[in-house]
């Protein structure tokens, strides 16, 4: 059965409905998911307006709860009942109430199955006095709870390109003091998971950002990257996580380096989103680290552009395959590790610990687990 994705309409003096629409009229989408849009169906007309006689004409089938989406439909349900004015490109509290409604309606569906993934549509962020991470942080439990106290991972993603933050919507002023050792390991480990368990990949290949100019040029220009940021990697390591760094942002990002890595992580908002939208503006805001599967374009509001047809829909299409593919990813993971081989760990001659599977028929051990080689730093 194809799964239901709840769609957030966002704010609606914005370019989320446009985005939506657009999106969800690519001829492959009906073929992947049921689409369910929660916004306000006045609006939604409101916006058809603005758009050109291919995405003009579109009818939506009008539903009171998930489980009356139909295949191959435009489904909406009606998150706020108000007559709400389209202001296009302006900020206003009927906009952030109307967001934030339909992001809240959403989220009940999907704490409550009857949804399966939630893609959000841009809103001010004066909707929810922060970020959806952070909202969605606050409501939505973590894998690990034992990673809890740093929440989740803000996660941009388009191809091979991923950079995760260490900081997310942090004043500049404010970001040394949150660089931490612990926060930078925990922030490791969840893009790690993420990587195995939403991605497929085996082993991933982390680097990590310097939070200085030049790797703070060995102290020289702040000893940040000495005293947190490499025992934080060497901790990663230790704990089998194939961590690399910490490298100097403009150079990693100039020579290309990135594209030797599975993800990267940087150490706040702008030092790995500026190059990261620079390369393409096309990708897709994935939140690591909650039990549920979120996924948005990686743009915003676009007031400037709003109501006059001129928005790309090309980051909603991407953060609605990518919400689809993490839920496909995610259940087969789940699925291959639900009844993992049993080891027992033995010592050989020189006393070295070394892991050995299970012969259940002469119990004195099976195949040798060995793991690969790490990469070199400089590979």
Same mark, same amino acid.
């Given at each position: 059965?194809?799964?239901?994705?709840?769609?957030?309409?966002?704010?609606?003096?914005?370019?989320?409905?446009?985005?939506?629409?657009?999106?969800?009229?690519?001829?492959?989408?009906?073929?992947?998911?049921?689409?369910?849009?929660?916004?306000?169906?006045?609006?939604?007309?409101?916006?058809?307006?603005?758009?050109?006689?291919?995405?003009?004409?579109?009818?939506?089938?009008?539903?009171?709860?998930?489980?009356?989406?139909?295949?191959?439909?435009?489904?909406?349900?009606?998150?706020?009942?108000?007559?709400?004015?389209?202001?296009?490109?302006?900020?206003?509290?009927?906009?952030?109430?109307?967001?934030?409604?339909?992001?809240?309606?959403?989220? /009940?569906? #999907?704490?409550?199955?009857?949804? !399966?993934? =939630?893609?959000?549509?841009? @809103? +001010? $962020?004066?909707?929810?006095? %922060?970020?959806?991470?952070?909202?969605?942080?606050?409501?939505?439990?973590?894998?690990?709870?034992?990673?809890?106290?740093?929440?989740?991972?803000?996660?941009?993603?388009?191809?091979?390109?991923?950079?995760?933050?260490?900081?997310?919507?942090?004043?500049?002023?404010?970001?040394?003091?949150?660089?931490?050792?612990?926060?930078?390991?925990?922030?490791?480990?969840?893009?790690?998971?993420?990587?195995?368990?939403?991605?497929?990949?085996?082993?991933?290949?982390?680097?990590?950002?310097?939070?200085?100019?030049?790797?703070?040029? /060995?102290? #020289?220009?702040?000893?940040?990257? !000495?005293? =947190?940021?490499?025992?934080? @990697? +060497? $901790?990663?390591?230790?704990? %089998?996580?194939?961590?690399?760094?910490?490298?100097?942002?403009?150079?990693?990002?100039?020579?290309?380096?990135?594209?030797?890595?599975?993800?990267?992580?940087?150490?706040?908002?702008?030092?790995?989103?500026?190059?990261?939208?620079?390369?393409?503006?096309?990708?897709?805001?994935?939140?690591?680290?909650?039990?549920?599967?979120?996924?948005?374009?990686?743009?915003?509001?676009?007031?400037?552009?709003?109501?006059?047809?001129?928005?790309?829909?090309?980051?909603?299409?991407?953060?609605?395959?990518?919400?689809?593919?993490?839920?496909?990813?995610?259940?087969?993971?789940?699925?291959?590790?639900?009844?993992?081989?049993?080891?027992?760990?033995?010592?050989?001659?020189?006393?070295?610990?070394?892991?050995?599977?299970?012969?259940?028929?002469?119990?004195?051990?099976?195949?040798?687990?060995?793991?690969?080689?790490?990469?070199?730093?400089?590979?």
């Amino acid at each position: 059965m194809k799964p239901i994705i709840a769609i957030t309409a966002g704010d609606t003096n914005g370019v989320g409905y446009e985005v939506i629409i657009k999106a969800l009229l690519n001829g492959y989408m009906f073929e992947i998911m049921r689409p369910v849009v929660y916004g306000n169906a006045a609006v939604a007309k409101h916006h058809l307006q603005t758009l050109d006689e291919d995405h003009r004409n579109v009818t939506w089938n009008m539903i009171d709860s998930p489980e009356q989406a139909k295949d191959s439909r435009l489904n909406l349900i009606t998150c706020y009942t108000d007559n709400l004015p389209v202001e296009f490109g302006k900020n206003t509290p009927d906009s952030n109430k109307a967001a934030k409604a339909s992001l809240d309606r959403a989220c /009940a569906d #999907l704490k409550a199955g009857k949804v !399966q993934a =939630i893609v959000t549509a841009p @809103i +001010n $962020k004066e909707a929810l006095n %922060g970020g959806h991470t952070e909202y969605l942080e606050s409501l939505f439990e973590p894998i690990d709870p034992k990673l809890a106290t740093n929440g989740s991972l803000m996660m941009l993603c388009s191809g091979n390109l991923r950079v995760a933050l260490v900081c997310n919507h942090v004043p500049l002023a404010d970001i040394p003091a949150q660089i931490t050792e612990e926060r930078i390991l925990t922030k490791m480990t969840l893009l790690n998971n993420a990587l195995k368990r939403d991605f497929g990949m085996d082993k991933p290949r982390i680097a990590v950002l310097a939070l200085n100019p030049h790797a703070g040029d /060995a102290g #020289l220009l702040g000893k940040e990257e !000495q005293e =947190i940021i490499l025992p934080a @990697i +060497n $901790k990663a390591k230790e704990q %089998g996580i194939w961590a690399f760094g910490p490298y100097a942002a403009d150079g990693f990002f100039g020579s290309e380096h990135y594209r030797h890595f599975d993800a990267v992580l940087a150490m706040y908002h702008d030092q790995g989103l500026i190059p990261f939208k620079t390369l393409d503006m096309s990708g897709v805001n994935f939140t690591a680290g909650l039990k549920i599967i979120r996924t948005s374009p990686d743009h915003g509001t676009g007031y400037d552009i709003a109501g006059k047809n001129m928005a790309d829909e090309s980051s909603m299409r991407n953060a609605l395959f990518m919400a689809v593919d993490v839920l496909r990813q995610r259940e087969l993971y789940d699925d291959l590790t639900a009844n993992p081989l049993p080891f027992i760990e033995r010592a050989d001659g020189e006393g070295k610990p070394r892991r050995e599977f299970i012969d259940f028929k002469t119990t004195t051990g099976g195949n040798r687990f060995e793991r690969p080689a790490e990469p070199k730093e400089n590979e």
